[in-house]
C-alpha cells in the first residue's frame, strides 16, 4: 500500500510538531516520557530562587523549580517543584530555601518528616528559609558596624576635644617640654659617659672589692657549713629538756612543794624565819651593849652581874 504524498507530508509535520513540542518542554525542564509529581510551596521572600533550581532530599537531587510566580491577592510567591522520585514526602515535610555555597544560586531542601499523609500531585509543603554563609555573616557584622560607627564617633569626639585643649599656648608648651627633654637626655649621655670613665678608673679596684666579696661569701658558706654539720637538733632538744624541768621547777614552787617552795607559801615557816631573825637581832645588840655578860675576865674573881634585859636600841 502505497501512502500519498500528502500523507506523508502531514505525516512529517505531525511528527515535527511533536518533536518540536518534547523539544520545547525539554528545554523547559519537562521530559513528556516521565511521571512527574507537582508540589507546591509559598514563600514570603523566594531570595533569588529560579526556574529549574534543584530540589534536593538529603542532598539527593529529586527535581527542580517548574515556576515561580507571585500571588496577586496575598503577595505570596508560589513556586511549582516537579519531583522525579518515588520517595514518600508527607504533607508536613518542610520545603527550605537555601544557598549550598557563597556564590551559588538558590535552592530547594525538602525536610522529610515520618509523620502525616503522603504528599499526591498538587499538594502544598511547609515553606521555610534559611540563612546562606553570605546573610549569616552580614547579620553577625551588623551589630559590629553599630559598634564600629559609635567608636568612630567617639573618637571625633575625642580628636575634637583633642584639638580644643592643643590651642597655640598648649602646643608651645608640648614644644618646650619636648626641647628639655632632649636637653635632659644629652644630659644623662653626658653622665652615663662619666660614669662609664670612673669605673674604667677604678676597674683594679672593683676587682678587689669583688674578690674580697667572694671570699666572704665562701666564709660564709664554711660557716654554713659548720652550722649545718652542727648538731642543732639535739642542743635544741637539750635545751627544751631544760627549759621543761626549769617550768616543772617553778611550778613546784608555786605548789608549795620543796623547801623554796614551802618557804614561798608556808606562813607558819616564814613567821618563824621572821622571829628567829628577831631574836637573833636582839642577841647581838645585847652583845654589842652588855659585851660582859658574855665574856667576863676576872683576875680578881669579881660576881657575876644579874642578867637586865636589853633596853631597845636603834641600830644606826
Same mark, same amino acid.
Given at each position: *500500500?502505497? #501512502? ?7 505525516? @512529517? ?35 533569588? #530562587?529560579?526556574?529549574?533550581? /534543584?530540589?534536593?532530599?538529603?542532598? @539527593? ?19 511549582? *517543584? ?17 544557598? /549550598? ?36 555573616? =552580614? ?11 559609635? @567608636?568612630?564617633?567617639? =573618637? ?53 672589692? #669583688? ?32 627549759? =621543761? ?14 623547801? *623554796? ?7 607558819? *615557816? ?47
Amino acid at each position: *500500500m502505497k #501512502l500519498s504524498r500528502e500523507i506523508k507530508t502531514a505525516i @512529517l509535520v505531525i511528527a515535527s510538531i511533536l518533536l518540536f513540542i518534547w523539544g520545547y518542554s525539554f528545554l523547559k525542564g519537562r521530559d513528556l516520557f516521565t511521571n512527574y509529581k507537582n508540589l507546591y510551596v509559598e514563600y514570603d521572600n523566594v531570595e533569588g #530562587l529560579t526556574v529549574s533550581s /534543584p530540589v534536593t532530599i538529603n542532598g @539527593l537531587v529529586v527535581g527542580k523549580v517548574n515556576s515561580v510566580v507571585i500571588n496577586n491577592e496575598t503577595g505570596k510567591i508560589k513556586v511549582e *517543584m516537579q519531583i522525579n522520585s518515588d520517595f514518600p514526602i508527607k504533607k508536613t515535610s518542610v520545603a527550605e530555601i537555601y544557598a /549550598p555555597s557563597p556564590i551559588g544560586g538558590k535552592q530547594i531542601a525538602i525536610l522529610p518528616t515520618k509523620e502525616g499523609q503522603d504528599a499526591v500531585d498538587g499538594d502544598f509543603l511547609i515553606s521555610s528559609s534559611k540563612l546562606g554563609l553570605t546573610d549569616e555573616l =552580614a547579620k553577625q557584622i551588623e551589630p559590629l558596624k553599630d559598634k564600629i560607627t559609635k @567608636l568612630l564617633d567617639n =573618637a571625633n569626639v575625642m580628636l575634637e576635644n583633642v584639638n580644643q585643649v592643643l590651642d597655640a599656648k598648649s602646643k608651645e608648651n608640648l614644644r618646650n617640654s619636648l626641647a628639655n627633654l632632649n636637653e635632659t637626655l644629652a644630659q644623662f649621655k653626658d653622665a652615663s659617659k662619666e660614669v662609664n670613665e670612673m669605673l674604667a678608673q677604678n676597674k683594679s679596684k672593683i676587682s678587689v672589692t #669583688l674578690t674580697n666579696v667572694e671570699k666572704a661569701s665562701a666564709n660564709f658558706s664554711k660557716v654554713s657549713d659548720s652550722l649545718a654539720k652542727a648538731n642543732i637538733g639535739q642542743t635544741v632538744k637539750n635545751l627544751e629538756k631544760t627549759l =621543761a624541768n626549769v617550768d616543772k621547777m617553778m611550778g613546784d614552787m608555786q605548789a608549795g612543794k620543796g623547801t *623554796m617552795g614551802k618557804l614561798m607559801k608556808d606562813d607558819a *615557816m616564814y613567821n618563824n624565819f621572821t622571829k628567829t631573825s628577831k631574836e637573833l637581832e636582839l642577841l647581838l645588840q645585847d652583845l654589842r651593849l652588855n659585851p660582859t655578860r658574855y665574856v667576863n675576865v676576872s683576875l680578881f674573881g669579881k660576881k657575876n652581874k644579874p642578867y637586865v634585859a636589853p633596853t631597845n636600841d636603834t641600830i644606826k
